[in-house]
Structure formats: structure tokens, C-alpha cells
């Protein structure tokens, strides 16, 4: 059956939890995942603000922002976007009730446990039918998570009881698959994204064109078409491997690249030196743009 089975409000810096809905599920998968969520609870703050833990059965989904991490646990067929937006509402809900001092000043667990009618309300209309939100939520959330996915983890069941029985020291194997953050786009960036536009624009006029008149009365310029079209592809992979990341990245520049410069030199005749000196300079100051922009990968420090 596809719902939220639990949910809760954590303090990320030390995982202390703060509310809690109150209903109980005995069977083994639960209890199990239950240990799971709060041995992932501590250590919060090493992953980014969204993250999911993908079970057979049950999956935990956890969206943290400033102070608190609100934490759920669901079927596995339950909809990623809908337990996203859940979550969303909740932390919405809990902020709105307490303010970051008070979050700050909580020493035991359960310090709100009042907020539990709230969770257990919110939980009900999300299993029954619709968030009060959640329609004005979908599309945002919907469109967050595929600019940025949440982080992945797989928590081994052996390791993770080892880790809780010493103490939950460095016992819990996480696996995280990376979310990919490229370093702040550069004025020289920009200025080659605009230029890398600019010369895109310039080829799919020119070869727009030029198709218009070899479909109809030449056909042997057809070469000239495809050199043309060739490097208005080539502008726009580019301008993409600048903003995001890609494995073979090197690879693929140096591909494009070269493609640039050929199907310039074989429009020599149709294109002066200058014009083709151009075109290949931009394409240069893009390539290096695309190999100099570095990763910002968040590494987790398990154990720390």
C-alpha cells in the first residue's frame, strides 16, 4: 500500500529528535527502518538538504534547512515528489510554531511533542488525498528535484547494527551517490557563453539558408549545410558542458572542439580567415572555460 507510515522533526546538528508522530507498526521491516532513520538522523549535517534511503519495502526521504530535518518513513512505491512535498509542508508547519532559540535551547528528546497532532494531520491528508499545498508544491518540487536530485543512500543492514552497537561510532556504512556542483560561473564564462550564442546563432542562420537555396537548385552544397549546422550543435553542447556537469567531459570538449575548427576550414571560401579565426577562437576560450570550471563535490566524512 502506498502512504506515509511515519514521520518526524530532528535537530540536525546532533540528531536529537524534537516531534514525532505517535502511531506504532510492529513488524520486523518497520522497526528495522526505524533504527535506520535514526542512526541517519546523526549525522544530517554531512549530507545535502534532500536525501533518500531506497529500502525493498520501505524508503526514509529527509529534507533538512537551517536548524531542523524533517524525516519520513514510506512505502517504496510511495511518489518521491508527493514525500518531498510532505516533508515540505511539515517543515513549514514547524517553523512557523517555534522559533530557532527555542530549537537551539531543547536538551531532551520529544522537547515538542505537541507538534505530533500536527504531523498526524498533515500525514492524514497526504494519505488520504491531498496536501493543502501540495498542488502549488508539485510542479516546484517536481522541477527542484531534476535540477537537483536527492542524494542517494544505501545503508548495509550488518554494519549499521555494528555501528549501534558500539555506540553508533563509525559503524554505519553510507553510500552515497555524488550530487555534481560545478565551481560559480566566471565574467569569462559568461562573456564565452554569450560569444559561444552568438556564433551558434550566426551558423544556423547561415545554414538555414543555404539549405533553402541547395534544396532547390544546388545540391552539391549540401556539405556546406551540414558544415554549417555541424557547429551551431557543436555551440550548444558547449554552452551545456559549461553549465553542467557530464562524465567524459574532456573527451566530449576536445570532440567539439575539433569539429569547430573543421567545418570551418572546409567553409573556407564562404567564410574569410577572419571570420574563421573567430569562430575557432571562441570555440578555444569555450573549450577552456568547460575543462577550467571545476567540481564542488560535498564528500561525506563518515566516522568524524
Same mark, same amino acid.
Given at each position: 500500500?502506498?502512504?506515509?507510515?511515519? *514521520?518526524?522533526?530532528?535537530?540536525?546538528?546532533?540528531?536529537? %529528535?524534537?516531534?514525532?508522530?505517535?502511531?506504532?507498526?510492529?513488524?520486523?521491516?518497520?522497526?528495522?527502518?526505524?533504527?535506520?532513520?535514526?542512526? /541517519?538522523?546523526?549525522?544530517?549535517?554531512?549530507? %545535502?538538504?534532500?536525501?533518500?534511503?531506497?529500502?525493498?519495502? /520501505?524508503?526514509?526521504?529527509?529534507?533538512?534547512?537551517?536548524?531542523?530535518?524533517?524525516? *519520513?518513513?514510506?512505502?517504496?512505491?510511495?511518489?518521491?515528489?508527493?514525500?518531498?512535498?510532505?516533508?515540505?509542508?511539515?517543515?513549514? @508547519?514547524?517553523?512557523?510554531?517555534?522559533?530557532?532559540?527555542?530549537?537551539?535551547?531543547?536538551?531532551?528528546?520529544?522537547?515538542?511533542?505537541?507538534?505530533?497532532?500536527?504531523?498526524?494531520?498533515?500525514?492524514?491528508?497526504?494519505?488520504?488525498?491531498?496536501?493543502?499545498?501540495?498542488?502549488?508544491?508539485?510542479?516546484?518540487?517536481?522541477? @527542484?528535484?531534476?535540477?537537483?536530485?536527492?542524494?542517494?543512500?544505501?545503508? @548495509?543492514?550488518?554494519?549499521?547494527?555494528?555501528?549501534?552497537?558500539?555506540?553508533?561510532?563509525?559503524?554505519?556504512?553510507? @553510500?552515497?551517490?555524488?550530487?555534481?556542483?560545478?565551481?560559480?560561473?566566471? %565574467?569569462?564564462?559568461?562573456?564565452?557563453?554569450?560569444?559561444?550564442?552568438?556564433?551558434?546563432?550566426?551558423?544556423?542562420?547561415?545554414?538555414?539558408?543555404?539549405?533553402?537555396?541547395?534544396?532547390?537548385?544546388?545540391?552539391?552544397?549540401?556539405?556546406?549545410?551540414?558544415?554549417?549546422?555541424? %557547429?551551431?550543435?557543436?555551440?550548444?553542447?558547449?554552452?551545456?558542458?559549461?553549465?553542467?556537469?557530464?562524465?567524459?567531459?574532456?573527451?566530449?570538449?576536445?570532440?567539439?572542439?575539433?569539429?569547430?575548427?573543421?567545418?570551418?576550414?572546409?567553409?573556407?571560401?564562404?567564410?574569410?580567415?577572419?571570420?574563421?579565426?573567430?569562430?575557432?577562437?571562441?570555440?578555444?576560450?569555450?573549450?577552456?572555460?568547460?575543462?577550467?570550471?571545476?567540481?564542488?563535490?560535498?564528500?561525506?566524512?563518515?566516522?568524524?
Amino acid at each position: 500500500m502506498s502512504m506515509i507510515f511515519f *514521520a518526524c522533526v530532528v535537530r540536525v546538528r546532533d540528531g536529537l %529528535p524534537l516531534s514525532a508522530s505517535t502511531d506504532f507498526h510492529f513488524n520486523q521491516d518497520f522497526l528495522e527502518c526505524r533504527k535506520r532513520l535514526k542512526a /541517519l538522523s546523526s549525522i544530517l549535517a554531512q549530507y %545535502p538538504s534532500r536525501g533518500t534511503a531506497k529500502g525493498r519495502d /520501505l524508503s526514509i526521504h529527509f529534507l533538512s534547512s537551517g536548524d531542523i530535518a524533517c524525516m *519520513a518513513i514510506c512505502s517504496s512505491n510511495y511518489s518521491t515528489i508527493m514525500a518531498f512535498c510532505f516533508l515540505e509542508e511539515l517543515q513549514w @508547519e514547524f517553523t512557523a510554531s517555534y522559533d530557532t532559540t527555542s530549537i537551539s535551547l531543547a536538551s531532551r528528546p520529544y522537547a515538542f511533542l505537541e507538534f505530533d497532532n500536527i504531523i498526524q494531520k498533515v500525514k492524514g491528508h497526504f494519505n488520504s488525498a491531498r496536501g493543502s499545498r501540495t498542488e502549488a508544491n508539485w510542479e516546484k518540487i517536481e522541477e @527542484e528535484l531534476k535540477f537537483q536530485p536527492p542524494v542517494q543512500l544505501k545503508l @548495509e543492514d550488518t554494519e549499521l547494527m555494528n555501528g549501534m552497537a558500539n555506540g553508533g561510532h563509525a559503524g554505519v556504512h553510507v @553510500e552515497v551517490v555524488p550530487t555534481y556542483r560545478m565551481q560559480r560561473v566566471t %565574467p569569462l564564462g559568461i562573456l564565452s557563453l554569450v560569444l559561444n550564442i552568438m556564433c551558434g546563432a550566426l551558423n544556423l542562420i547561415r545554414g538555414v539558408h543555404l539549405a533553402e537555396y541547395s534544396f532547390q537548385e544546388d545540391h552539391e552544397g549540401i556539405g556546406n549545410v551540414i558544415a554549417f549546422i555541424l %557547429p551551431f550543435l557543436a555551440c550548444v553542447f558547449q554552452c551545456y558542458l559549461y553549465l553542467f556537469y557530464s562524465s567524459a567531459r574532456k573527451v566530449k570538449t576536445f570532440v567539439l572542439f575539433f569539429s569547430v575548427c573543421f567545418c570551418n576550414i572546409y567553409l573556407y571560401g564562404l567564410r574569410n580567415l577572419w571570420q574563421i579565426a573567430f569562430h575557432i577562437g571562441v570555440a578555444s576560450l569555450s573549450s577552456y572555460q568547460i575543462l577550467t570550471r571545476q567540481l564542488l563535490e560535498k564528500q561525506p566524512d563518515c566516522g568524524v
